[in-house]
């Protein structure tokens, strides 16, 4: 008993051309490339949780400049996390001389900024002086 096989056609319908080559290494116009998209899709948290590390945490009271937090939280929201994760991750990073955001992050983070009235820079890191206590009446 002979088999009868089909020809391929690379998923074309009968009579229809072949799709145009794209030159390699150019996008589309407005369009990411492959790595960043995946990036900025891709959950924070992807590991399975059987692969995560295991770590002791402590309850610590932080001072941090006003504006700066605001930013850190609306950050925390937008991806889902605590601000106690985007404090480590962000440290993680640091310490690995790694950017801790993405370009599209770096982007909420410069809209943030406007919003929240944030205008310190790294240049104010460790000079910041603490305004004197309001009095509370």
Known sequence: MAVKR?????????GQKPAEHKPAGRKPVGQKPATE??????????????????????????????????VMKAIAEI??????????GVMLHALEGRAPFSRQT??????????????LTAADAHRLEEAPARDGS
Do not use: N
């Open 6 to 14: 089909e020809k391929r056609s690379g998923g074309r319908k009968a």
């Open 37 to 70: 998209r995946r990036i900025a899709e891709r959950p924070i948290a992807e590991k399975p949780i059987a692969e995560r590390p295991v770590v002791q945490r402590v309850q610590t009271g932080v001072r941090l400049e006003t504006r700066l937090l605001k």
């Open 79 to 88: 991806h889902d996390i605590s601000l106690g994760d985007l404090i480590e």
């Open 106 to 119: 770096l982007g909420h983070v410069k809209a943030l900024r406007e919003v929240y009235g944030l205008t």
